[in-house]
């Protein structure tokens, strides 16, 4: 039977004292609720369905790209009214999974296993030394679940009962057509309980089964900012896991930051503060020193990135090293073996094989052939204040220390170019160009003397 997705994401969040809608707050850098229409995606089910209700417009511009209907629930009557609001847009048959977009950390394994698992009313459920809040699950004799119960609505026995709803449930959409009419909001807090149904179940002879999770942390919500930030750790540590299972040395787990899609290959090291953002490849026996901060690139086998470097949008071959404090900005392309040393930035180059950027240069729009040598200090003008333009350096080039190369220009195979030059025109290939101030000497001169 088809499976389909509701995400409740109307509430406030007002204990986060924000202007951000509370769902769209990041855990690793992306909004909660994105990351329960990713795991929800990944049970294939025939739809997802947001419910969506304050701050909507940002929320709408952030699912935009979702490809995910969004219902909207004006007013927030409660989760019974907020799973209504979907109705219209589901089917009359097939099973719904109601989700929480304040709830980012469900593993996809546990969903699968409970929609799986369940015929006719399924609970995630959970055991807790402290239940306060939560609604409880009432059962008979028996051990048959006969209820849910929330906190405002308990009595004094009803409150010792440890096993609570985690809001995450599964049904059938004709049985939930049916049960939806029937929910009233005479409780405590006004509000039309989507709980109310489990005793409708009951009613209707329907089997009502709970599930539970491996771990609490997978059915943990968010209301403020302390637990935001507990999400926030609990997500490190099990990406920190992940890669010391795959066989990454990992040197403080409570030290690593992955905010996006990070794939490490073995035998790599990632020493204390690291953090590594959007798409990222790193490859076999690389080692990333403390304080690197990597967005979205690729890194080849073997390579050393000594600490407090910034990778952005780069690629880096292999048996490279790097840094410290080096910067490689959009389109920089370390090809084999090359070396880019500390206060060295390059941006949209390549620069081939085994050739040395290694102190204090600025690389930009540049094409760096084989085995060339850079000097310290030197820079692609690339920039007239209005056009960029492109500098070459063939295979085998020397250029001596602070150097200036005023783009466009090309110096040729095996060319070396003398410290302290200005290179305005092209250099022939295997030649010397120097273009500085001759230097004299002025003999007798006298260093002036105070005067009295
Ligand atoms: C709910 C459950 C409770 C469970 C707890 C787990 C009900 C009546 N109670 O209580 O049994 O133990 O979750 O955290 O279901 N929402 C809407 N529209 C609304 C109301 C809520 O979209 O009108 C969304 C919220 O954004 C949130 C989720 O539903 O993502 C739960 O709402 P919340 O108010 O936190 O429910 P609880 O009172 O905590
Ligand atoms: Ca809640």
């Known amino acids: 039977m088809d499976l389909h997705v509701v995400i409740l994401a109307a509430g406030q969040g007002t204990r986060m004292k924000s202007s951000l809608p509370k769902v769209l707050h990041p855990v690793a850098g992306k909004p909660m609720v994105q990351h329960v229409v990713d795991t929800a995606r990944t049970l294939s089910p025939a739809s997802i369905t947001v419910v969506y209700g304050h701050g909507g417009d940002q929320v709408c511009a952030a699912l935009a790209n979702a490809d995910v209907p969004l219902v909207e629930q004006a007013e927030q009557l409660g989760t019974g009214h907020a799973v209504a609001q979907a109705l219209p847009v589901l089917p009359e048959t097939g099973r719904l999974l109601v989700l929480y977009g304040d709830v980012p950390l469900t593993r996809a394994d546990t969903l699968k296993v409970f929609c799986e698992g369940t015929q006719g009313l399924g609970i995630l459920t959970v055991h807790l030394e402290n239940p ?13 679940i006969t209820g849910i119960v929330e906190q405002k609505d308990a009595t004094a026995d009803q ?7 985690t809001g995450i449930m599964c049904m059938p959409i004709e049985a939930l057509r049916r049960w939806i009419p029937q929910l009233g909001n005479q409780n405590a807090q006004g509000e039309y309980y989507l709980t109310d149904i489990v005793a409708l179940a009951v009613q209707d002879g329907l089997p009502v089964t709970a599930a539970h999770p491996h771990h609490v942390w997978e059915v943990e919500g968010v209301n403020n900012r302390l637990q935001l930030a507990a999400l926030e750790r609990q997500y490190q540590q ?44 790193i490859g076999r026996n690389v080692t990333i020193g403390a304080g690197c901060v990597i ?41 084999e073996g090359a070396k880019v040393g500390n206060f060295v930035e390059v941006k949209k180059a390549e620069i081939g094989p085994g050739s040395k950027v290694n102190h204090l240069t600025y690389i930009g729009d540049a094409t760096i052939g084989a085995n060339v040598n850079v000097g310290a200090g030197t820079i692609t003008c690339n920039y007239d204040g209005v056009n960029k333009f492109r500098t070459v350096l063939e295979d085998d080039v020397f250029i001596g220390s602070n150097t200036a190369l005023v783009a466009p220009v090309t110096v040729g195979k095996g060319a070396t170019v003398g410290a302290g030059s200005v290179i305005t025109k092209d250099v022939p290939e295997g030649e010397l160009a120097v273009a500085r101030g001759k230097q004299m000497t002025i003999r007798g001169w006298q260093r002036p003397v105070k005067q009295k």
């Open 132 to 144: 306060t809040g939560y609604g409880r699950i009432v059962r008979d004799e028996l051990d048959r």
């Open 238 to 281: 099990n990406q920190a896991e992940r890669l010391m299972t795959d066989g990454v040395t990992v040197l403080d787990p409570a030290r690593l930051d992955v905010r996006g899609d990070v794939e490490v290959g073995p035998d790599s090291v990632l020493d204390v503060n690291v953090v590594l953002e959007g798409t990222v490849r």
């Open 159 to 165: 409150l010792q009962i440890r096993e609570v709803n």
């Open 295 to 335: 967005r979205n690139s690729t890194i080849g086998d073997g390579v050393e990135i000594a600490p407090y470097s910034v990778l952005e949008d780069a690629t880096v071959d292999g048996g490279n090293s790097i840094g410290p404090f080096a910067r490689l900005r959009p389109g920089a392309h370390l090809h």
